[in-house]
């Protein structure tokens, strides 16, 4: 009896010890070996008799787990059923290197622990030969942003007032993308701004592979603005909005199930949702002590030089000279260097224009037109100018060298009418008549004109009369041409003006609209629609005023040119342009937004566009 009892405990200790043979974890990755911003399968499998519900554990703290599935599967094999279940982890890596994952089990229902060798995955950069390096880290990628993003990447972020630096907007992806329309283009309070490069409007998009923090992308820029500041203090430049369509797709490594049945009926139809950048924050400096009278606003390194049209100086005859500022800086605020033109030379007011080098090169173009007066070789003095370094933090002197010009006689300019050496004396000289017949028909073989001939022509007022008939034929026919064309220009000119003062109380109705518009901005906000009408009302008499004021057409012209023709010819402070142009801006963005905005936004607008248009008001 005793013999069978142990022999029964040790049937039960036996088959003890295969139960917990039968239940087996293991876990393996399907890959080795994979690139920065790729992902990895992590596959756990539990084998046994009696399947029950696990939950896998495991440490790795090198990757980021971005999705979670499981599979069940069952096989006959010698007569026996064998049961799996096992549980895919999809892991992005976080870094470069040999990463690990450990510490790998799960607990079964009787309160044991199966566990699984630790596993390692080497991960590389991924970056291919050739491709950019951008500094920088790349967002989390995590929902949407794993597919595609929007960065904003200014040159600087610590400026001094008046340095000009570019901010670029670039589009990154990982999976197809396509543009439908900017949400919203970014707001420069504070700035004057250069608009230098705008593929998103055109949705032309040159993308380049490269590489940010190590994780390979393609990128391509969608706008690109210059950036003055003119202010001092902490600015911020605000996002740009996107709504884009995309494949929502892994990366080409990535396989969410490994079922070919599945990934046959899985949907790839384009996704569309709407991205916005970081918004920047800039630290901008006042320009330090230190400036001398020589100082004309020029931030940057400059150089001068220079130049004329390639005509020869004579006097009484007009010549252009031209002295080109070039450089890196808000070449704009570069004021005329001051000149000590010979005193023979009549100067006349000079003319300035900007041209754009590259991105962040311009030129600015002092013309002047000279007429000498004296026949002789003068020098242009060298001509010193300051400027702001702000690499060095320093004011520099620069100069341009001399000038030398050789002034000639002009062919309008009056003779001596006794040249030395061709004087006759009295005696011998020609009566100027018989001089000028013996000339004529010494030098071109003619015979002088016999007053008495029958042949000779009839002579009105020393002329034949059919040249005077000719003569007086055209000039009647040039004064018919003038006066109609003198009459087309006028009724054009009354045209335009009609146009143009058609309402001439634009400026009292701008100022009804100013007390209203104060009014809806500090109350509560509940009519998205009455605030629309605000912007539409603003849209249609500002520019009204503006032509009234400065006799344009503004309508008709690009806000660039329109700032320059308002800053440059109508002498207009760089401060209140930007003020117009803010409110230009937003009423557009309010009116032709293809999104509707909510009462709190059009509101908040409001409030902003009134605060600039009471600056606007005071050059009106």
């Known amino acids: 009896m005793v013999k069978t009892g142990k022999l029964i405990c040790i049937a039960l200790l036996w088959l003890s010890a295969f139960s917990a043979q039968a239940s087996k974890l293991t876990a393996e990755v399907d890959r080795n070996e994979v690139a920065l911003g790729e992902s990895v399968n992590l596959v756990i499998t539990l084998e046994a008799d009696e399947l029950f519900d696990f939950s896998p554990k495991f440490e790795a703290p090198d990757f980021d787990p971005i999705n979670q599935y499981e599979q069940q599967s069952f096989s006959w094999i010698n007569g026996q059923t064998q049961k799996t279940r096992s549980v895919t982890v999809v892991l992005n890596p976080k870094k470069t290197g040999s990463l690990k994952i450990r510490d790998i089990a799960t607990k079964t ?344 001939s029958k042949e000779a022509p009839r002579l009105f007022l020393g002329q034949p009369w059919w040249r005077w008939l000719f003569w007086l034929a055209t000039a009647t026919l040039l004064i018919t041409l003038g006066m109609v064309l003198w009459d087309s220009t006028q009724r054009q000119r009354r045209e335009a003006q009609n146009a143009i003062l058609g309402a001439p109380d634009t400026l009292e109705l701008l100022k009804k609209w100013l007390k209203d518009a104060e009014r809806d901005a500090n109350a509560g906000a509940s009519d998205p629609a009455g605030l629309a009408s605000m912007f539409r009302k603003l849209s249609e008499m500002l520019p009204q005023a503006i032509d009234h004021k400065f006799q344009l057409k503004s309508a008709s012209m690009p806000r660039r040119d329109l700032g320059r023709v308002l800053m440059e010819q109508n002498a207009m402070p760089v401060e209140s342009w930007a003020a117009l142009r803010l409110v230009l801006d937003r009423c557009d963005s309010v009116l032709f937004a293809p999104r509707a905005r909510s009462a709190e936004e059009l509101q908040s607008d409001l409030r902003e566009v009134v605060k600039n248009v009471q600056e606007v008001l005071k050059l009106l």
Do not use: H
């Open 109 to 452: 229902p009787n309160g044991d622990f199966l566990t699984a060798a630790d596993l390692a995955v080497t991960v590389t950069s991924g970056q291919e030969p050739g491709t950019k390096s951008i500094d920088g880290s790349a967002p989390k990628l995590s929902g949407e942003n794993k597919y595609f993003f929007i960065r904003a990447e200014p040159t600087k972020t610590k400026v001094y007032r008046g340095e000009t630096f570019v901010v670029s907007y670039y589009l990154y992806r990982r999976t197809q993308t396509q543009i439908r329309d900017v949400v919203r283009f970014p707001t420069f309070t504070g700035f004057t701004r250069e608009d230098l490069e705008m593929p998103v409007l055109s949705n032309r998009l040159n993308f380049e592979a490269v590489s940010l923090g190590g994780v390979p992308f393609e990128r391509a820029l969608i706008a690109r603005y210059a950036l003055t500041p003119i202010q001092t203090g902490a600015l911020k430049i605000d996002s740009l909005g996107l709504r884009a369509d995309y494949v929502p797709r892994e990366s080409k490594m990535d396989d969410m199930f490994n079922d070919p049945f599945f990934q046959f009926f899985q949907q790839v139809n384009p996704r569309s949702t709407v991205q916005r950048s970081e918004p920047i924050n800039i630290e901008v400096a006042s320009l330090p002590a230190g400036a001398s009278t020589l100082f004309g606003g020029g931030v940057g390194s400059f150089t001068a030089v220079w130049r004329n049209d390639g005509s020869k100086a004579s006097t009484g005859n007009p010549i252009s000279l031209f002295l080109d500022v070039r450089g890196q800086g808000n070449v704009r605020e570069f004021a005329e260097p001051k000149i000590n033109w010979p005193k023979s030379f009549r100067v006349f007011d000079s003319r300035g224009s900007v041209k754009e080098q590259s991105a962040t090169e311009m030129t600015k173009t002092f013309e002047f037109v000279i007429i000498p007066n004296e026949v002789g070789s003068f020098s242009i003095p060298e001509v010193k100018f300051e400027t702001f370094d702000p690499s060095t933090k320093e004011y520099k002197t620069g100069t341009v060298p001399p000038l030398n010009l050789t002034v000639v006689k002009g062919i309008d300019a009056p003779s001596d009418p006794n040249p030395p050496g061709d004087s006759e004396s009295e005696d011998n000289a020609t009566p100027p008549a018989a001089a000028g017949n013996a000339a004529g028909g010494a030098q071109f073989g003619l015979k002088p004109v016999d007053q008495t």
